[in-house]
């Protein structure tokens, strides 16, 4: 069983940085891929980034990539998002997610925190 939860999140402005943070609670946290998703009102809950149980295969949603990078930190049980020169269509609540699939469907992940709210203003 894993635990997470999110924090980080924010009102900033168009060109903004802000850095996601997803702490976990579980002693086989590091076996499990991790990905953040995003879900803005009305729409579908979207692929953002994933990181392997590793830490050395991410993979990226082309609307961020080149903006976002997703790390981890194993010994501390956390994953980031670090996110750059933020734009309004980036406005969601943003989810991580732990699983043993890494992918980019929101099916292969398993445990899900509550999400952290981003609104970037134009």
């Known amino acids: 069983q894993v635990q997470l939860v999110e924090s980080g999140g924010g009102l900033v402005q168009a060109g903004d940085s802000l850095r996601l943070s997803c702490a976990a609670s579980?002693?086989?946290?590091?076996?499990?891929?991790v990905g953040w998703f995003r879900q803005a009102p009305g729409r579908e809950r979207e692929f953002v980034s994933t990181?392997?149980?590793?830490?050395?295969?991410?993979s990226y949603a082309d609307s961020v990539k080149g903006r976002f990078t997703i790390s981890r930190d194993n010994a501390k049980n956390m994953v980031y998002l670090q996110m750059n020169s933020l734009k309004p269509e980036d406005t969601a609540v943003y989810y991580c997610?732990?699983?043993?699939?890494?992918?980019?469907?929101?099916?292969?992940?398993?445990?899900w925190g509550q999400g952290t709210q981003v609104t970037v203003s134009s």
């Open positions: 990181i392997r149980a590793s830490g050395f295969i991410t």
């Open positions: 997610a732990a699983g043993a699939v890494p992918g980019r469907s929101r099916y292969g992940y398993n445990y």
């Open positions: 579980g002693r086989t946290f590091s076996d499990y891929a």
